[in-house]
């Protein structure tokens, strides 16, 4: 047994020591999937079960690993009185043990048969405290020492597996990163106007507010986004919003498409090549003409 499920099992039988012995319980399944022939870990697996069938096939087996220990020898004596005090309970309501009255003895029982309590009752205790284990565990003596179970209860969050809390860890580490890669992804491309790029005359902007700002009267912009109808003249044409979202409550750029004109708005997001013609008296808008579309 490792140095970290060996500090497991101490934490487990602290718990079960404290009168937490369902999540002592769990800890202790855990190890015995891995060290299933530990006759320590299976009377400990024995001393906190819901059921005494488990507690039995436990010691059995524990004793057919070591068939000589007074360990073994105490946990048998330990059990015979957990199914003494069944059949007291069953032979009272006249009817045979089922899984739901062996849960309610199990969940009746305050601290049911300590290590302590055992211990000043029968002058034994049914499993060892303290020893040198020999399967896997030769020359490491496990020192149980008191600890605050509901301490430990908080923290493992009812004995989760380390491998849950690490996996959850990695999740919300990696929803981190991906909201930063995508706020970064946003800001570059909301907050940054390029220059001409390519061989193209005209100046990318893929931001409204920026584009108001910079541009003068005769340059030719273009920009990617989505059009959205203003209003309408009959001798003069029509006249669209740059929209980059539902939301904005500013939309600076209008772009004009003549009378006559065979250019129409995309229905979805399209590169639009305007060319700067004016600017509103409040300096709000600024005017823009169409020259070419290409969608996407």
Do not use: C
């Not at 096939?57 to 330990?78: G, H």
């Not at 149980?144 to 179970?149: A, L, N």
């Amino acid at each position: 047994m490792n140095a970290n499920d060996l500090a497991t099992f101490n934490q487990a039988v602290a718990l079960a020591k404290g009168g937490y012995k369902e999540v002592a319980y769990s800890q202790l399944k855990a190890l015995l999937n891995r060290y299933s022939r530990e006759p320590n870990l299976l009377l400990w697996v024995a001393f906190t079960s819901p059921t005494l069938e488990e507690s039995e096939a436990a010691i059995r087996t524990a004793a057919s690993l070591e068939p000589q220990s007074s360990t073994v020898a105490s946990a048998r004596q330990w059990l015979e009185k957990q199914q003494n005090k069944q059949r007291q309970l069953t032979a009272g309501v006249g009817s045979t043990p089922t899984p739901r009255t062996q849960a309610a003895i199990y969940a009746s029982q305050n601290q049911p048969q300590s290590i302590e309590s055992y211990a000043a009752d029968s002058g034994s205790s049914p499993i060892a405290v303290e020893g040198d284990y020999t399967r896997g565990m030769k020359n490491i003596r496990a020192n149980f020492k008191t600890v605050d179970p509901q301490t430990v209860v908080e923290t493992e969050k009812k004995a989760r597996p380390k491998s849950f809390r690490f996996i959850m860890l990695g999740g919300i580490i990696a929803v981190l990163l991906l909201a930063i890669i995508a706020f970064s992804f946003i800001n570059s491309r909301t907050n940054v106007a390029s220059g001409p790029v390519d061989n193209s005359p005209y100046k990318l902007y893929t931001d409204p507010q920026l584009l108001k700002q910079e541009a003068k009267n005769g340059d030719l912009v273009r920009f990617t986004g989505t059009l959205q109808l203003a209003y309408k003249y009959a001798d003069k044409g029509d006249y669209y919003n740059w929209v980059k979202s539902v939301y904005e409550t500013s939309r600076p750029v209008i772009v004009k498409f003549p009378v006559g004109s065979k250019l129409k708005p995309a229905e979805g997001t399209a590169t639009y090549y305007v060319k700067v013609v004016g600017r509103s008296d409040d300096n709000v808008y600024i005017y823009t003409t169409i020259d070419d579309i290409k969608s996407e």
